[in-house]
């Protein structure tokens, strides 16, 4: 226990640690990378002594030591300014022009249309001014709320995002009490430097969508199709990402596919209805998103250099990942196993890999029997940090040119400890979640 408390102690001082910030950019960044990575480590210590504490003290113990010191985390880096990403300000304008009654899907920043509102502070912040908002509806109604509750201030949207990672917490906890499973399992998610550096300080909106993805979990536990189709309808309209997860949950549900979907299409048509008067446009920039940004790949990044065509590279990536998931939904029996895989092709094949866009794995990452996977993509978290080195240059020369020599640390090992399970997966019909339930009957919790 002594160790527990001393690396979660030492964990806090780092956190606090990054309010002390260098004026240099290559020292800030250089800085923060080393930080992160110092956390990273104390926290995969953590997860192995809570391991072994489980064996000796009451997990009720063990959880509440768990879920209060997460909130400590979160709480200390709540009131940092995003220095990692600006994606937040591009919330704050989508609330605000939603307040003066515009549509955000209309017109871009930057657009003569919106000038009158351009002296707004969070103009001149908004990533990619001339493209509109790329946030499906559910994400824009929170934002329009956080801006009425806060008005001009980041908080709003920082203090609804660590809402949703407490419900996140508390609805993990649900699930592995349902499968008789180890409760101390929740540090997986909530002590994780991940989504406690990206969702506390950054405050991307991913936090809320994952919460409905843990919402998902927990239904499919039950058994409640329509809470199943709600919640995967309201991950969705918070980001796209889990669209990738529609087949397998078709697949799952087809004995009962039209109570599924019909849920799932009225959610959608509900909450899409407020902005369809501009019709396809309601799409935003997605189509801009989805064929011109890369950044951090790994096949993307050799087919690029191979045919020196971003488009083309994009094409065959996206054609792949579909196809990766095809194999995934007719290889699998359960929606955990699928979902993981699917996750980690998503990875693989995406033009673009955020630090950020890892946290949606995590869900599944929890119900995860097998030591070199989880490996690879904790592997893949820690070094991931690394990509944030893109930022020294782009805040200097105003130039975003991520490193190959990176990507080559982030994907070696990680493809290389993915090998094994991968062939496994492929030629074996084991059931993840079936032997994860055994694992955890084994242990079963007070």
Known sequence: MFFLLAFSCITEALYISLYYFPVLPAILYKKYILTSCICFLLYFANLYFLDKLSKEYNN???????????????????????????????????????????????????????????????????????????????????????????????????????IAEIISAILLTKTLQKLNLNLTKVAIYFLSPLPIIEFSISAHIDSVGLMFLFLLIYSLTLKKTKLSAFSFANAIL???LPIILLPILIKLYKN??????????????????????????????????????????????????????????????????????????????????????????????????????????????????????????????????????????????????DSAIIRVIEYVPFFALLGQDLLRFLFSSKNILQEKNSNGNNRKTS
Request: with cysteine; glycine share 4%; hydrophobic share 55%.
């Open 60 to 162: 009720t113990y063990l959880l509440t030591f768990i879920l209060i010191t997460g909130i400590v985390f979160r709480l200390t880096l709540l009131p940092l300014p995003p220095f990692l990403s600006d994606d937040i300000y591009r919330y704050v304008w989508d609330g605000f022009i939603q307040a003066n009654g515009i549509n955000p899907y209309l017109y871009a920043p930057n657009s003569e249309k919106l000038a009158l509102f351009q002296s707004f502070y969070a103009f001149k912040l908004v990533n990619h001014p001339n493209l509109p908002t790329i946030y499906p509806p559910l994400a824009q109604i929170l934002f329009f709320l956080a801006y009425l509750i806060t008005k001009h201030s980041i908080i709003g949207i920082k203090l609804l995002i660590f």
């Open 238 to 240: 918070i980001k796209i």
């Open 256 to 401: 009962l596919l039209f109570t599924f979907i019909i849920t799932f299409l009225l959610i959608v048509c509900l909450l899409y209805l407020p902005y369809l008067s501009i019709g396809i446009k309601v799409l935003g920039s997605l189509g801009n998103f989805a064929k011109d940004f890369y950044f951090n790949s790994s096949i993307f990044s050799i087919l690029y250099f191979l045919t020196n065509n971003n488009h083309l590279s994009a094409s065959i990536c996206y054609i792949l990942l579909v196809l990766w998931i095809l194999l995934i939904t007719f290889k699998s029996t359960n929606f955990i196993n699928a979902s993981f895989w699917v996750f980690i092709g998503f990875y693989v094949f995406s033009p673009i890999v955020h630090p950020w866009y890892l946290t949606w794995i995590m869900p599944f990452l929890v119900f995860c029997p097998s030591r070199k996977l989880f490996y690879a993509v904790f592997w893949l978290m820690i070094s991931c940090q690394s990509s944030y080195y893109v930022l020294v240059n782009y805040k200097q020369n105003g130039i975003w040119q």
